[in-house]
């Protein structure tokens, strides 16, 4: 997929941010829901998850493909910690965990006030190691992509991880699903997705919020609405430029707001990271289907 059938462009800034010639490559065909891609540079490999088949997968620049943990306990969203170790958020576990060096698997997060975490979705660390975290309904409300279980928190919340001590907090407690999150380039902000129309008439946008002291959110606010489908996950780059999944494909988003314009995937997007040596070539998983595409920016994601 290429040329003019491969981007929307709704304002000229998308075009200083694509490559013309650059070719929408189907890498790998064979999940059942591709999601949680993170790119590792030190090892020159992507890893991602194929939730309902319980595995996350590697891929490397040669084209091989293979399969990096199974069973995986039903990881969905991954990314690095500032030690480059791999944190992953485990619907079947309910928990938030840290693979070590030498392959262990840490415990992070797995309750809150006492009563089990619903299902971590999607995960981020910020510089100072504080750990900042999605806990939707996705992952319990049936047996597809974990373990059928009633909810026991009173909402669906964001939390944070604190680096020192490992409490854990709730930041943000008043979204219908949570879902993908990541800081803005210079951390002054944190923005998460509401995918709540996944399951209900209302809302499918992203919601900015200001970070205070490193560790409380003000000033909630709307940032964007995805016009097809609902945001999922998404990564910033340099320029703080938004790439958001979307059912048509990857959404991007000025820093202001205005839709810049689309890359065209031929099945639903769930997850995009940006990768690569220079970090300019985004990854995208979408249902059965590990993609990339380069592109003229780079990603803003560490390490």
Not at 27 to 50: H, K, M, Q, T
């Amino acid at each position: 997929m290429a040329g003019s059938e491969l981007y929307d462009i709704r304002d000229e800034r998308f075009g200083a941010l694509i490559a013309g010639s650059a070719v929408l490559e189907e890498l790998y065909r064979g999940c059942r829901w591709a999601e949680g891609p993170v790119w590792f540079s030190d090892l020159n490999c992507l890893i991602w998850s194929d939730i309902p088949n319980e595995r996350l997968m590697r891929w490397v620049p040669d084209g091989s493909v293979s399969v990096f943990r199974s069973p995986s306990n039903y990881v969905n969203g991954n990314t690095r910690d500032r030690q480059g170790r791999l944190v992953s958020c485990e619907h079947g576990g309910r928990r938030v965990t840290r693979t070590e060096p030498d392959g262990r698997i840490t415990v992070l997060a797995d309750s809150f006030n006492g009563k089990r975490l619903n299902s971590p979705n999607d995960v981020v660390v910020k510089s100072d190691g504080s750990i900042w975290f999605t806990d939707p309904s996705y992952g319990i409300m049936s047996d597809y992509e974990g373990h059928k279980s009633p909810e026991e928190q009173e909402s669906r919340n964001v939390y944070r991880i604190d680096a020192a001590t490992g409490d854990i907090e709730a930041v943000v407690t008043d979204f219908i699903q949570p879902n993908g999150l990541a800081f803005s380039p210079d951390e002054r902000q944190l923005f998460i997705a509401d995918s709540g129309s996944a399951n209900h008439d209302v809302p499918r946008h992203i919601r900015v919020f200001d970070v205070v002291d490193g560790r409380k959110l003000t000033n909630s606010r709307y940032f964007c609405s995805i016009d097809n489908g609902i945001p999922d996950g998404f990564r910033f780059d340099v320029s703080g430029n938004l790439w958001t999944s979307a059912a048509d494909g990857v959404h991007c988003f000025a820093p202001d707001g205005t839709l810049l314009g689309k890359i065209k995937v031929p099945q639903t997007v769930s997850n995009i990271t940006f990768g690569g040596p220079k970090k300019n070539r985004l990854f995208i998983t979408a249902t059965q289907s590990l993609y990339s595409i380069y592109t003229t920016t780079n990603g803003a994601q560490y390490p």
